[in-house]
């Protein structure tokens, strides 16, 4: 009798369970089967960027419905950094989170361009010929300070702090790297400097990315996986150890980016054809060694030729990725650490073998802010 009930009981339990599985299916198949008009209107109610990520994360047929349109505000209302791009005297700046860029028309950027950005400052050069003006610029308040016109001929700049500081000095390096020239705030002219001790002969030239000016030294990158230091005082190169990078990929090698953050250097390397299409590593200062980097937490690299730096997250689907100086169908491309794959938010787009996307090379990273200005200030 005993045995019976159990045996009773448990087929009970069973089809519970059956009925409860079941229920579950058409609960998906519900979630699944919602009407477009329906999941439209869904949308129009989600008003912050983690409930629109969350929506399209449900199922496939979510993530599968038209792109969800946010234009950007003017970019100083936002609280991240946005990707801006000169094309003629068109400055158009793009934002993960939105779609479509927010367009100004300034004369004064046409036929420039873009050498280092920092602190909302653009430093800027002309791209005519033999025309070797430099000027700062800052696109928000439409702010612009001249400097004397360059010496020679220059591969790579950079600047220490925005140039309303004081202290604010600019280095500039020609493509054989033999010497550097520097100019200080409130000085009249560029002074030249030829390197005591040279790159060695077996290291490639720089590469065209940006120096990091950190604690008192200048790190370069150069073409082959390895980056060269100097000291502004000192005039001499060193090398550091070479970064691991698969020598087989080395021909497969698209960008090389270079970054400064929380007491860390990070080299980014972009290659075609290859998965994954991002490699990342950091040097450890103490030992001047490279580790390969698999995990950002809860940070976020952003690189372009122009500027590159390290971020904390501000939102939640932001974090563990890089921000690629590319665009696709109008919204920024974003490589995942966690999945290996090229994404931009709110559309289906995915690559893992490139990045893919409309490349801008005049173009970098900027973080919107107004400046308070002197009416007096002189460089």
């Not at 419905?65 to 068109?90: E, H, V």
């Not at 500081?165 to 390096?173: A, L, M």
């Not at 970054?259 to 590593?281: Q, R, S, T, W």
Request: net charge positive.
């Amino acid at each position: 009798m005993k045995k019976a009930e159990n045996e009773k009981s448990l087929k009970n339990a069973e089809d519970f369970v059956q009925l409860y599985l079941c229920k579950k299916d058409q609960e998906k198949k519900l979630w699944s089967d919602l009407p477009q008009e329906l999941l439209d209107l869904v949308v129009k109610h989600l008003r912050d960027t983690e409930s629109r990520i969350t929506f399209r994360s449900i199922c496939r047929s979510w993530r599968s419905s038209p792109p969800i349109y946010r234009p950007l505000p003017f970019p100083t209302l936002l609280d991240s950094p946005c990707l801006l791009t000169l094309g003629g005297s068109k400055c158009r700046i793009y934002h993960p989170l939105y779609n479509g860029p927010y367009q100004m028309d300034i004369p004064a950027l046409l036929g420039v361009r873009i050498r280092y950005s920092k602190n909302g400052w653009l430093l800027l050069s002309s791209d005519k010929g033999d025309d070797r003006s430099v000027f700062f610029f800052h696109p928000f308040n439409m702010t612009k300070i001249e400097l004397p016109c360059l010496p020679f001929a220059i591969e790579t700049m950079t600047f220490s702090t925005p140039p309303t500081d004081d202290d604010c000095f600019v280095i500039g390096i020609p493509f054989l790297a033999r010497e550097f020239c520097i100019i200080r705030r409130g000085e009249e002219s560029w002074r030249i400097f030829p390197f005591t001790v040279m790159i060695p002969d077996d290291i490639q030239l720089l590469s065209n990315c940006n120096p990091i000016l950190y604690e008192g030294m200048c790190y370069c990158l150069c073409q082959v996986p390895v980056v060269a230091v100097f000291d502004p005082n000192e005039r001499r190169w060193r090398i550091t150890y070479p970064i691991r990078f698969p020598k087989a990929l080395l021909y497969k090698l698209v960008h090389n980016y270079l970054v400064e953050g929380n007491g860390k250097l990070f080299a980014v390397f972009e290659v075609k054809d290859y998965e994954p299409c991002i490699h990342v590593f950091s040097l450890n200062l103490d030992t001047m060694k490279w580790d390969a980097v698999k995990n950002l937490g809860n940070q976020m690299l952003y690189v372009s030729l122009g500027s590159s730096f390290l971020e904390m997250a501000v939102k939640r689907g932001m974090r563990n990725k890089i921000y690629l100086p590319n665009v696709q169908d109008n919204k920024c491309v974003i490589y995942s650490l966690k999945t290996n794959e090229c994404r931009s938010f709110f559309s289906n787009y995915f690559t893992r073998i490139s990045t893919h996307g409309k490349e801008h090379y005049n173009c970098t990273w900027i973080k919107p802010a107004l400046v308070t200005l002197d009416e007096d200030l002189k460089w």
